[in-house]
């Protein structure tokens, strides 16, 4: 499964893909602008996106989150400290996971994605990860 990691800060950026690396995901990225973000998501189209809010080029992760999902329907989790007000903001991705967290709840959260993008996360028992806010 390929993961497209968007994040602007360099040392969180690193972190992230090692984290995801070492448990066997395959990370397009990291990006630290939506340009860069769109250029890695055409040569290898995402499965779940990891994506940073605000952008330090001026980019928005929101906007991103809707190329994404409407080109790939690719599974789009907020990573940011920043907080998801507008409706139309939140229908673009399955939630939000605060910065900074745990590697746990990072990869619970993947693996929670990984799942919706299977079809898996319907039913009644499904258990949504600790630090995971879902939309």
Same mark, same amino acid.
């Given at each position: 499964?390929?993961?497209?990691?968007?994040?602007?800060?360099?040392? %969180?950026?690193?972190?992230?893909?090692?984290?995801?690396?070492? #448990?066997?995901?395959?990370?397009?990225? !990291?990006?630290?602008?939506?340009?860069? #973000?769109?250029?890695?998501?055409?040569?290898? !189209?995402?499965?779940?996106?990891?994506?940073? %809010?605000?952008?330090?080029?001026?980019?928005?992760?929101?906007?991103? #989150?809707?190329?994404?999902?409407?080109?790939?329907?690719?599974?789009?989790?907020?990573?940011?400290?920043?907080? %998801?007000?507008?409706?139309?903001?939140?229908?673009?991705?399955?939630?939000?996971?605060?910065?900074?967290?745990?590697?746990?709840?990072?990869?619970? #959260?993947?693996?929670?994605?990984?799942?919706?993008?299977?079809?898996?996360?319907?039913?009644?028992?499904?258990?949504?990860?600790?630090?995971?806010?879902?939309?």
């Amino acid at each position: 499964m390929t993961i497209l990691l968007v994040e602007d800060n360099a040392l %969180i950026a690193m972190t992230l893909e090692a984290t995801l690396t070492e #448990a066997g995901y395959k990370v397009a990225g !990291p990006a630290a602008s939506a340009k860069r #973000a769109i250029e890695f998501a055409e040569a290898a !189209p995402p499965h779940v996106a990891l994506l940073n %809010i605000r952008l330090s080029d001026g980019g928005s992760g929101v906007d991103l #989150a809707r190329t994404l999902k409407q080109r790939w329907g690719t599974a789009v989790i907020f990573l940011t400290g920043d907080m %998801i007000d507008e409706p139309q903001d939140r229908a673009v991705a399955i939630g939000v996971l605060s910065k900074p967290c745990t590697d746990e709840a990072l990869l619970s #959260a993947v693996d929670f994605a990984r799942q919706t993008v299977k079809g898996e996360t319907r039913g009644p028992m499904t258990t949504v990860p600790k630090g995971l806010t879902i939309f």
